[in-house]
């Protein structure tokens, strides 16, 4: 499969379509879900082109979990949170919905995942979230 320089987040990290962004450096870019799974649920991806973690070359993987460590400290002082789920899907069949690999920081517990209907969170509780991750980097 190629890949799709169209998607959805090849857009967020080209700045043609708007994000609540917590972090950026020239190599990763984390910002809040849009559809949260749990308050403080948070992205991060490389700036690499690749569809899945299988197709990302092992540096910039290396780097990518680096500041998911990062971020996911941030956001356990900041949001006050004991666990957090780091999932990450590769491939249609593992459930990926957008074609760019992505990291997924989860303020919650595996047990609790999926149990609700996924739908949009209020973007200024987001913002409001997303502050307080950012301060805490
Ligand atoms: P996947 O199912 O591919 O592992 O996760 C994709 C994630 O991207 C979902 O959690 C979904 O809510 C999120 N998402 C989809 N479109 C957008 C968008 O336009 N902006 C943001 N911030 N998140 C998105």
Not at 42 to 70: E, R
Not at 88 to 106: C, D, E, N, R, Y
Request: charged share 20%; glycine share 4%.
């Amino acid at each position: 499969m190629l890949y799709d320089d169209q998607n959805i987040f090849a857009r967020i990290i080209r700045n043609e379509l708007p994000a609540i962004k917590v972090y950026e450096d020239e190599q990763v870019l984390a910002f809040m879900d849009i559809m949260p799974q749990a308050e403080g649920h948070t992205l991060v991806i490389p700036k690499t082109p690749a569809i899945t973690l299988l197709d990302l070359p092992p540096d910039a993987a290396a780097y990518t979990i680096q500041i998911v460590q990062k971020i996911a400290q941030a956001m356990k002082v900041a949001l006050d949170v004991q666990g957090i789920v780091l999932m990450q899907l590769s491939g249609a069949s593992a459930g990926q919905t957008v074609p760019h690999v992505h990291f997924h920081l989860i303020p919650s517990s595996v047990h609790e995942l999926g149990k609700h209907a996924l739908c949009m969170g209020d973007q200024e509780r987001i913002k409001a979230l997303a502050e307080k991750i950012k301060a805490e980097l």
